[in-house]
């Protein structure tokens, strides 16, 4: 079994800062790409930010500038600091992992139970 829990989110006022953090646990061999989504009521989700293995980064435009995405291997953690947050930004964010549980090819992809960002205007 593999798990990934979110946590880190708020309340935060339009210009503030949160910092989301996801682990991942369990029967882990090693992690591959790790993701952060959003999905805002009536919207679909969307990704965020994407970091891979070596720490290569993406970001969606919405974000870039304000948003950086991390991770630390040795703890299968990722991060999401968010600074200059808008009230565009309110959503559930979710993080995605694309997780090998043994040695060879086969990966799979996992995501987080969601945490809730709300930004006040």
């Known amino acids: 079994q593999v798990q990934l829990v979110e946590s880190g989110g708020g309340l935060v006022q339009a210009g503030g800062s949160l910092r989301l953090s996801c682990a991942a646990s369990g029967s882990i061999f090693s992690v591959n790409a790790m993701e952060w989504y959003r999905q805002a009521p009536g919207k679909q989700r969307e990704l965020v930010a994407a970091?891979?293995?070596?720490?290569?980064?993406r970001y969606a435009d919405a974000v870039k500038g304000r948003f950086t995405i991390s991770r630390d291997n040795a703890k299968n953690t990722v991060y999401l600091q968010m600074n200059s947050l808008e009230p565009e930004d309110t959503a559930v964010y979710y993080c995605?992992?694309?997780?090998?549980?043994?040695?060879?090819?086969?990966?799979?992809?996992?995501w987080g139970q969601g945490t809730q960002v709300t930004v006040s205007s």
């Open positions: 995605n992992a694309d997780i090998k549980r043994a040695s060879g090819p086969i990966s799979y992809r996992y």
């Open positions: 970091i891979t293995s070596d720490s290569s980064t």
